[in-house]
């Protein structure tokens, strides 16, 4: 080896030997789907380009992962993961909300954990993180975030107590449950690891603030208080004083998203608990319902902008915003796009939070219930149009709706026609409905500037009664209690939604046992928050009225609440038949040209075949999961009811292809290459909508 030549010739063949092995390891975002949605920018975006608009048509099942746990009899169980993929692994989470490995080119299985106490969350995906040598899998189940060692599944040991951190701690408050679940995927910076979670929706909420950890240890490094302490910018927003100490929310449950070369994460933020009133936190309340800059390394605001002022209609934004590049007068400026439940989208400078169209302080009614006050105004974009109408009355009632007298007749005698009604005792029409317009399955966007939004458009409706108090003191019986606690989810005959999205809890004692329900009580599942914070003696008094027996139970404290009101449900309106009440479509896909603000296209998505078959053209169908873009111009997108695949050539929105899935794929799908060959993958997990659970990943290529 004493010859020159031959020593650089080893050293060359080392480096490239080196370089080869860093690549294994490290993300290549040309060719992996590294992160949720795709990347920090939350794009929903990949270059590959092997399938295309011509040879689309030619897709076949690659290969199918059965990952476990599904509710198939019951339909309880559901997947929303965006699973990723790093170097010819994929990392999903199954029904039961395992994390697993499995090979990305066959489906074949590597690792699945075997976790307890992952009750009450329905898991949006995982996150990963690597300095080149160490691989760990970040994943949120029950209240604890844990680091999983990639090659293996195990817990990491230094990280928080051996391999999982408790997110509890530094977000309690006098009075709160101790329901806080991490189901999205949360975001990477550096050696930071910056999580958002949700917390119960009701006045027992937790505090919503966003932290940092190391990923390493799991060590709190920075805290931002979205609910503000005293002498903190936007504490004046909320009256009486000391909101941290009586309120809960405003917590970042959809995600976020990573300017990793500025250091700014974009952080959306939920309402101020409890949703439907605010006489107990008067004012506009920051940083509730706001998009906030913050420094990634420190958590210091940057800017921020609050989308809706005093919060009374759960209108939080419900999908982590966009970074995109968009050409706007003439010059190139980075954006940040948010999207929003009423079908609205806010275009900001992504480095000052300097609108790039205008936006106006429209006024809205005020006659709120007493004691509240509503915000004199509300924020609304003059460019781009919504993605959703943004009005129901008597002229948007369907025509063929099987009951339609009835309808309109109740129609009559409710409050709507306009965005942002105060909720009152009377019958207030949502729409679109509590949920969206957009939803949590975000949207999509490309290097053109396009954004592309699936929507749903199916109204909804409640109003406020007053709160049924015990009828002697320190006593309450079990059907108060279940008025108080589920009747305005589960509603008041038990029966739950139209749609399924709240179940039945008729015969629930028949159906499940004692201590499943107890269970559920105790840890939440899904929708459902955890009722934690009652006694034992109170959830065995909501057993006994499940079980159509009255009870009465001493209760510790006899303080009245804060909030006098409670809402009478998330009334979603169908006819007797099960359609939506309003004109179709009830579901669509809108691409958006933000260099502009114009729209480009908007299709339904999804159908009701037996419609169809009556000659009915496509109306769309409620939907929950989001878009995917690649660089030969497709969209690929399951979402709706109908339980399909889709692609759409996204410079027409025309439906190339179409696919059944075994259950519905409520869901993001991801694409990535290995070997050269292009797969796409979608969690089929159902559940929703009243269609069947499942638990498979299915995989598609060119053959």
Known sequence: ???????????????????????????????????????????????????????????????????????????????????????????????????????????????????????????????????????????????????????????????????????????????????VRPNTPNTIYKDLIIVGARVSENEAALLGDVRAFDVRTGKLVWTFHTIPEPGEYGYDTWSPANPRQRLGGANPWAGMAIDRERGIVYVPTGSAAFDFYGGNRKGDNLFANCLIALDANTGKRLWHYQLVHHDIWDRDPPAPPNLLTVTHKGKKIDAVAQITKQGQVFVFDRVTGQPLFDIEETPFPQDAMAGDETSPTQPIPQKPAPFT??????????PWASDRDAILAQL???????????????????????????????????????????????????????RKKSNTQGSVTSAQLYA?????????????????????????????????????????????????????????????????????????????SEVPYQNTGYNRWYDTNGYPVGTPPWGTLTAIDLNTGERRWQIPLGEYPELTAKGIPPTGTDLYGGPLVTGSGLIFIAA????????????????????????????????????????????????????????????????
């Open 640 to 703: 709706t009811r109908d339980e399909r695949l889709r692609a759409i050539d996204k410079k027409t929105g025309k439906i190339l292809w179409q696919t059944q899935l075994p259950a519905g794929g409520y869901a993001s799908p991801s694409t990535y290459s290995v070997n050269g060959k292009q797969y796409l993958v979608i969690a089929c997990g159902g559940g929703k909508l009243k269609t069947k659970s499942g638990d498979k990943y299915v995989a598609f290529a060119l053959p």
């Open 412 to 466: 009559r005698g409710a409050r709507t026609g306009t965005p942002y009604y105060p909720l009152t005792s009377q019958m207030t029409v949502f729409f679109p409905g509590t949920d969206g317009g957009g939803h949590w399955g975000g949207a999509a966007t490309d290097p053109e500037g396009t954004l592309y939004v699936p929507a749903k458009e199916v109204p909804c409706f409640s109003s406020l009664v007053l």
């Open 389 to 398: 109408r943004q009005t129901f009355t008597e002229k948007d009632v369907n």
């Open 1 to 179: 080896m004493n010859n020159p030549f031959h020593k650089k010739l080893l050293l060359i063949t080392l480096s490239l030997a080196l370089t080869a092995g860093l690549a294994l390891i490290r993300p290549n975002p040309d060719t992996d789907w590294p992160e949720f949605n795709g990347d920090g920018q939350r794009s929903h975006y990949s270059p590959l380009s092997q399938i295309t608009t011509n040879n689309v048509k030619n897709l076949k099942v690659a290969w199918t992962y059965a990952s476990g746990g599904a509710d198939e009899k019951g339909g309880r169980t559901q997947i929303q993961c965006n699973p990723i993929v790093i170097g010819g692994t994929l990392y999903g989470v199954s029904a039961n909300t395992q994390a697993f490995a499995v090979e990305a080119a066959t489906g074949k299985e590597i690792w699945k954990t075997e976790l307890t106490g992952t009750e009450g969350t329905i898991s949006r995906g995982l996150t990963y993180w690597t300095d080149g040598q160490v691989k760990v899998i970040f994943f949120g189940a029950g209240q604890w975030l844990y680091a999983l060692d990639a090659h293996t599944g195990r817990p990491m040991p230094r990280f928080g107590a051996q391999g999982r951190l408790d997110l509890l701690p530094g977000l309690e408050r006098p009075g709160a449950d101790e329901y």
């Open 484 to 560: 108080t606690n589920c009747s305005s989810c589960h509603g008041p005959d038990r029966k739950g939604s139209h749609d399924g999205t709240y179940p039945s809890l008729v015969d629930i004692s028949k159906r499940l046992p004692e201590a499943s329900i107890k269970q559920v009580l105790q840890n939440g599942r899904g929708m459902m928050p955890s009722f934690s914070h009652l006694s034992t003696a109170e959830h065995q008094a909501l057993l006994d009225f499940l079980a159509d027996k009255n009870s009465i139970v001493e209760v510790a404290s006899t303080q009245d």
